[in-house]
């Protein structure tokens, strides 16, 4: 699994939200932190942070807690 978190490199609500899914992720999951814009826009993300699990947006706009984090990528593995 990977997991990508899509942020502003100045956001600190988006740095928070990184350092929540790296300490949410299991052991062994990829963790990028993507600030390309072009990349972003890939994405077709217009708001950020944003958290992608597997090349699917799963969150946008939203600084996310470690609990929530985990919870957002415990529900992605069970489908």
Do not use: S
């Not at 992608?52 to 947006?57: L, N, T």
């Not at 470690?66 to 415990?74: F, N, Y």
């Amino acid at each position: 699994m990977v997991v990508k978190v899509l942020l502003e490199t100045q956001c600190a609500g988006c740095k928070a939200t990184l350092e929540a899914v790296r300490a949410a992720v299991p052991e062994g999951t990829i963790v990028e932190a993507i600030t390309d814009v072009k990349q972003i826009l890939a994405y077709k993300v217009w708001r950020l942070p944003a958290v992608v699990i597997d090349d699917k947006v799963v969150a946008t706009g939203r600084n996310l807690t470690a609990e929530q984090a985990a919870t957002l990528i415990a529900t992605h593995i069970n489908k």
